[in-house]
């Protein structure tokens, strides 16, 4: 069964800090959040420290932990929180005013509630492959993008007759085909905006069993398309 879930407009507002400890390594922390339902209410506020290091000229390694704090507007409080861990590999090249980057992330999330292994994973593990094409105009400060994603799932549990009595199995997919467009805007040697728009196009497989006996109860794919409109700072040291 497909079921399409209703479209949002989506908006993300971000501030972050970084830190140029040395010419190869840098340290950032920020603040970021997310709203739904055509941007009419808060959907999420994600908290994060992280760290990068360039290896040589067109190669650089990095790490990000995330606290997520997920809000449920029908009760009007906060959820349980979750966890989130990103290891990042990041190639570019540069030819004259472009540059072009491809940057590979493996994303785990941990769940801090309770929830069925064979219905969703926990902790959650999906690899992020991202490709961005950007231009520096010349004399100018804008430098505008477009961007490519993919999320291919890595530990989907796959549905099987009863829970209680087969092992559990994945099969992986890609939940996620993003597509973007931005422009980065430098003020200043110190600080930087980012502004940029995302059409996303989510599939989930949503697997529900009976609790007591273990026999599969629903299976179906849920689609979903969002648009998102972000604008980001960054106060760079």
């Known amino acids: 069964q497909i079921v399409d879930v209703v ?39 994600h908290t994060f420290v992280g760290a990068t290091y360039d ?12 606290l997520i704090n997920m809000y449920d507007n029908e009760i009007r409080a906060w959820e349980s929180r979750r966890h989130r861990a990103n290891i990042n590999v990041e190639g570019e090249v540069k030819v004259g005013d472009f ?9 785990t999330t941990f769940r801090t509630d309770s929830v069925n292994r064979y219905e969703k994973p926990n902790p959650e593990a999906i690899l992020r492959s991202r490709f961005v094409a950007s231009y520096k105009i010349p004399f100018s400060r804008w430098s505008p993008y477009l961007l490519f994603e993919l999320h291919n799932t890595l530990n989907a549990p796959k549905a099987v007759a009863n829970y209680k009595r087969e092992p559990l199995m994945t099969e992986n997919y890609i939940a996620r085909y993003r597509g ?8 200043d040697r110190n600080n930087r905006l980012d502004f940029y728009y995302y059409i996303d196009f989510d599939r989930s497989y949503n697997i529900d069993y009976k609790g007591n006996k273990g026999d599969i109860k629903g299976y179906k794919l849920e689609r979903e398309l969002r648009h998102i409109f972000g604008i980001s700072y960054k106060f760079k040291l």
């Open 7 to 45: 479209d949002d407009m989506r908006g993300r507002m971000v501030g972050v800090f970084e830190w140029g400890v040395t010419k190869d390594l840098s340290l950032e922390a920020g603040v970021e959040a997310r709203f739904k339902d055509n941007i009419g209410s808060v959907d999420r506020i």
């Open 99 to 107: 540059e072009f980057s491809l940057r590979e992330r493996v994303q």
């Open 180 to 187: 973007g467009v931005g422009a980065k805007y430098r003020i």
């Open 55 to 66: 290896i040589g000229k067109h190669l650089k390694i990095g790490g990000e932990y995330i």
